[in-house]
């Protein structure tokens, strides 16, 4: 019999996120330590991001040719990503919930074989409210923390 295996496994999380609305540019990077697990068919990671506002609990959700992004503590929100069809979501905000919708245009995910490795790559479109936000374009790069 073998020990059984940890619930979930160290890794050190890169994240970079470019936002385009018209001809202005904007990008974010953000280095977190977090952690990895698959359950079903899903792979997930978990981190959090510090801001001025408090800490934000995110958690990514990914399947074949979706994803799911959950955060909650100072930023609560929900989009899916599906690239066959538009999804819904939610923001909350001080002035109430506000809807999103998310268009995606590519979402991609590439692990290192035999290794706690990959890349999480996503680009869409962002409506809020029904008014166009931006497009975005979002990398995770994730690796084990030894």
Excluded at 14 to 35: A, C, P, Q, Y
Excluded at 48 to 71: F, N, P, S, W, Y
């Amino acid at each position: 019999m073998t020990a059984p295996k940890n619930d979930f496994t160290p890794v050190k999380i890169h994240l970079k996120t470019n936002i385009t609305i018209g001809d202005e540019s904007d990008s974010f990077e953000l280095v977190s330590f977090g952690r990895y697990y698959e359950k079903g068919n899903a792979v997930f990671l978990k981190y959090d991001e510090v801001q001025e506002e408090g800490t934000t609990h995110t958690i990514v959700k990914i399947t074949d040719r979706q994803a799911l992004i959950l955060r909650s503590g100072a930023v609560k929100m929900r989009m899916a990503f599906n690239e066959l069809e538009e999804q819904n979501g939610s923001y909350e905000s001080q002035l109430g919930t506000l809807m999103l919708t998310t268009k995606t245009k590519n979402v991609s995910h590439t692990q290192v074989d035999s290794k706690v490795e990959g890349d999480f790559n996503l680009s869409y479109e962002l409506n809020m409210q029904g008014s166009p936000v931006g497009d975005y374009e979002m990398s995770i790069n994730y690796k084990e923390e030894v």
